[in-house]
């Protein structure tokens, strides 16, 4: 099974890895690779003014391999470095399950090309490499790499739509809908404000909607009694393995212990299901408060996502 490698070529490759996300999820039926939520928000959010000025230069920092009849079967991407030890990049590698055995020369690109962007005389200059906790086979492969385990950095909750979704009651004045194209200054402040976010603004938010999984009835928001948005969460739909994903949710801190994400997230579980979505998956961290939450809306098993690093 032999698969070589070149460079991102544009819209129709970040069309073929949309495909390649949705084929592993069938092959794999976990997010053991990215879902398009992820992928779609890393380019329409994280690199939201690089969609505004054209630039793209994530363009550069992606490979693909192929097979010699054109099917592409991985691809290494870059994200901002997160974790107990903030890294400089982390590192990611959506692949195909029968393509395993090119992970390590996956790794040597991404290791190549972060060493080649090391700033002059920047010491350390880290890389890592988040995982889950029932993937030995990679954790194996980046000990003997020099990657060392740094410690768990969030949890992928998943939620069975089988089960009944609990209510997630409002108070009194507040409702939910989805969110309206005069109100993209209102949610950037509420989005802003949840996450400390100053940077974000109305131009971002609209850049989100170019997304091609974001779905306009699943960008829900709570509206106070005074027409404030004061919490919101953003749903996303496979519809082709029929999986649900929210990434972001947030509430506005002036807003927080009334219940209103609770509220929403039963909302967006509510359309999911009736797009006809039987899981429902959340990206987040491992505080008491973030765990009570989803608890709370019916996300009861998850995945430990563990961060592994090595210094250049």
């Given amino acids: 099974?032999?698969?070589?490698?070149?460079?991102?070529?544009?819209?129709?490759?970040?069309?073929?890895?949309?495909?390649?996300?949705?084929?592993?999820?069938?092959?794999?039926?976990?997010?053991?690779?990215?879902?398009?939520?992820?992928?779609?928000?890393?380019?329409?959010?994280?690199?939201?003014a690089e969609?505004?000025?054209?630039?793209?230069t994530w363009e550069s920092e992606v490979r693909l391999w192929e097979t010699e009849d054109g099917e592409l079967v991985g691809v290494v991407h870059p994200e901002w470095g997160i974790g107990p030890v903030r890294s400089d990049r982390d590192v990611f590698l959506?692949?195909?399950?029968?393509?395993?055995?090119?992970?390590?020369?996956?790794?040597?690109?991404?290791?190549a090309d972060h060493e080649g962007r090391r700033p002059a005389g920047r010491r350390p200059w880290r890389l890592s490499a988040t995982i889950y906790d029932y993937d030995l086979k990679r954790a194996e492969r980046l000990a003997r790499r020099g990657y060392r385990h740094i410690g768990l950095v969030g949890y992928k909750r998943r939620c069975e739509l089988r089960r009944s979704?609990?209510?997630?009651?409002?108070?009194?004045?507040?409702?939910?809908r989805p969110v309206a194209d005069h109100q993209m200054e209102a949610w950037a402040t509420v989005v802003g404000a949840a996450f400390d976010n100053p940077w974000n603004t109305a131009e971002r938010c609209r850049v989100w909607l170019r997304a091609?999984?974001?779905?306009?009835?699943l960008n829900l928001v709570a509206v106070a009694p005074d027409g404030?948005?004061?919490?919101?969460?953003?749903?996303?739909?496979?519809e082709a393995n029929r999986i649900g994903m929210f990434e972001p949710v947030g509430t506005h801190p002036e807003h927080r212990c009334l219940g209103l994400a609770r509220a929403v997230l039963c909302e967006g579980l509510r359309r999911?299901?009736?797009?006809?979505?039987?899981?429902?998956?959340?990206?987040?961290?491992?505080?008491?408060?973030?765990?009570r939450l989803y608890r709370s809306a019916g996300f009861t098993e998850f995945d430990e996502e563990n961060q592994w690093q090595k210094e250049f």
């Avoid at 970040?14 to 992820?38: D, F, K, S």
């Avoid at 009736?274 to 429902?280: E, F, K, P, R, S």
């Fill in 94 to 111: 959506e692949i195909h399950p029968g393509y395993r055995h090119l992970e390590n020369e996956m790794l040597d690109w991404a290791e």
């Fill in 228 to 238: 404030v948005l004061a919490s919101f969460a953003i749903a996303w739909f496979d």
């Fill in 272 to 291: 999911l299901r009736a797009l006809g979505a039987t899981t429902v998956y959340v990206g987040c961290g491992t505080g008491e408060d973030v765990t």
């Fill in 51 to 56: 969609e505004l000025s054209g630039e793209r």
């Fill in 165 to 176: 979704i609990p209510t997630g009651e409002l108070p009194l004045g507040y409702t939910i």
């Fill in 1 to 48: 099974m032999v698969a070589r490698s070149r460079e991102y070529q544009g819209e129709r490759d970040y069309q073929r890895i949309r495909e390649l996300l949705v084929r592993c999820y069938a092959l794999n039926q976990t997010m053991h690779c990215w879902g398009l939520e992820r992928l779609d928000w890393w380019r329409y959010c994280i690199h939201a």
């Fill in 212 to 217: 091609p999984t974001n779905r306009r009835d």
